[in-house]
């Protein structure tokens, strides 16, 4: 059954493919080259930028925030898609090969989204933006935890539990602030 939920977040991941794909014919795959650690730190500096522009209630650079939540999600994915080709030597993918990649791991992320909201009724439809935006952080935090520890967690979630998560909050914030009607 098609929901509000699975209707908007289908509308926000849309945009950000669609955005995945330009950016892949423009600059090829060049993220292949980075490590998950890199990724990370790509992602920290989106959120990082997020949360400043909230604080300060201002801000110098023109760009939206939304366009870094559409960042910290397809960065995610990036990441998501490393680890799937962790075996794969090929720097340039073509986007006709990374799709369907792109795709599992928005279906399995949804998914996740779907179970959770089952269980906590779309409290993150009561929750702000700012604490959100906090949450990705904390969730950073906690990656670039594991990374340090190599990967290896005692009774947490591992690395792709937490991109997942991320990627759900940022698709949270962007229906919040409006952009799957943009």
């Known amino acids: 059954m098609e929901t509000k939920t699975s209707n908007e977040y289908k509308q926000v991941i849309g945009r950000c493919k669609e955005l995945f794909q330009k950016k ?3 600059y090829g795959t060049s993220w ?5 650690s890199s990724i990370t730190d790509q992602i920290f500096i989106k959120a990082q930028r997020i949360r400043s522009v909230q604080e300060k209630g201002s801000q110098k650079i023109s760009d939206p925030i939304e366009d870094d939540f559409i960042g910290i999600i397809n960065y995610c994915l990036i990441a998501l898609i490393q680890i799937s080709l962790k075996d794969e030597s090929r720097m340039e993918i073509p986007f006709e090969e990374l799709e369907p990649i792109y795709d599992q791991w928005v279906a399995k992320t949804k998914g996740l989204l779907e179970n ?16 959100m935006t906090d ?7 906690r990656l670039k935890q594991i990374e340090d520890n190599e ?3 005692l009774v947490s979630e591992g690395i792709e539990a937490n991109y997942q998560d991320m990627i759900n909050y940022a698709v949270f914030c962007l229906i919040k602030l409006g952009y799957h009607h943009a």
């Not at 292949?32 to 998950?36: D, F, Q, T």
């Not at 959770?116 to 604490?131: C, F, I, L, T």
């Open 116 to 131: 959770k909201n089952h269980d906590y009724g779309e409290a993150w439809r009561d929750m702000r933006v700012s604490s």
């Open 24 to 26: 892949t014919i423009d």
């Open 32 to 36: 292949r080259i980075m490590r998950l």
């Open 151 to 153: 990967g290896k967690t």
């Open 135 to 141: 949450i990705i952080l904390m969730k950073l935090f």
